[in-house]
């Protein structure tokens, strides 16, 4: 079955940097694209970056461009979230999610499978 393992959440302070990764298996992973989503208390989950099946285009969030990059090694079949210069407002949930033959979609319903998520908590 379809399985996507995130990891790399914790506790950092305002500033620092953290890399997520996100470990898929079951599925040919060079024919999905990926994204990242979040989700804080209280709010609605939001796309933060994506990118296509092939690697080649991506996009992301106002909030966060030019401070996350996302990145993905076929060959591991993860794909990564670095995050710099972090910020209170980045504290939330970050889930990893897959889709098939997609673009760097920024519609979590295209979206077909997704992981159980990690905690990314900022203080100031």
């Known amino acids: 079955q379809v399985q996507l393992v995130e990891s790399g959440g914790g506790l950092v302070q305002a500033e620092d940097s953290l890399r997520l990764s996100c470990v898929a298996s079951g599925v040919r992973f060079s024919s999905y694209a990926m994204g990242w989503f979040r989700q804080a208390p209280g709010k609605e989950r939001e796309f933060v970056a994506g990118?296509?099946?092939?690697?080649?285009?991506?996009a992301y969030s106002d909030s966060v461009k030019g401070r996350f990059t996302i990145s993905r090694d076929s060959a591991k079949k993860t794909v990564y979230l670095q995050m710099n210069s972090l910020k209170p407002e980045d504290t939330a949930v970050y889930y990893c999610?897959?889709?098939?033959?997609?673009?760097?979609?920024?519609?979590?319903?295209?979206?077909?499978?997704w992981g159980q998520g990690t905690q990314v908590t900022v203080s100031s």
């Open positions: 990118m296509n099946w092939s690697g080649g285009s991506t």
């Open positions: 999610a897959a889709d098939q033959w997609g673009g760097p979609g920024r519609n979590a319903d295209v979206y077909d499978y």
